[in-house]
């Protein structure tokens, strides 16, 4: 199994600090519960940002179980795609200091979050 990530690391949130992204934002994040409860305890972290998404102008895009992997040799228990309308909201939001961050890491046991940008085809 890989190496697990629940907080991104210091270098990372510079990266994206650094990053030239104007407009909207979607965050993708693979959730994999901590085992005994963390699905449940997600959920109540869910409850608790929910206030925060909201002041920040975010909405959450799609959430939904994992039902098989079809390519990839990870499991993950959940996806959901968060959009932001900015980078700046989802550091507002993350940066306030009565955002529920623990919660979220106390229900996880693996998590990964890739910002994303809508492209045109």
Same mark, same amino acid.
């Given at each position: 199994m890989s190496e697990t990530y629940i907080h991104p690391?210091?270098?990372?949130? +510079? %990266?994206?600090?650094?990053?030239?992204?104007?407009?909207p934002l979607?965050? #993708?994040n693979l959730l994999r519960f901590a085992p005994n409860g963390g699905a449940e305890a997600y959920a109540l972290y869910g409850a608790a940002a929910a206030p925060f998404l909201q002041r920040c102008g975010a909405k959450v895009r799609y959430a939904g179980d994992? +039902? %098989?992997t079809?390519?990839?040799?990870?499991?993950?228990?959940?996806?959901? #795609?968060?959009e932001y309308p900015s980078?700046?909201?989802f550091f507002d939001m993350t940066g306030d200091p009565e955002y529920p961050s623990q919660m979220r890491a106390g229900a996880l046991a693996d998590s990964r979050l890739y910002c994303t940008q809508e492209t045109a085809f």
């Open positions: 690391s210091p270098e990372q949130i +510079a %990266a994206i600090r650094d990053m030239d992204l104007d407009g979607v965050m #993708l994992v +039902a %098989a079809v390519i990839g040799g990870d499991h993950w228990d959940e996806i959901i #795609l968060v980078k700046q909201a």
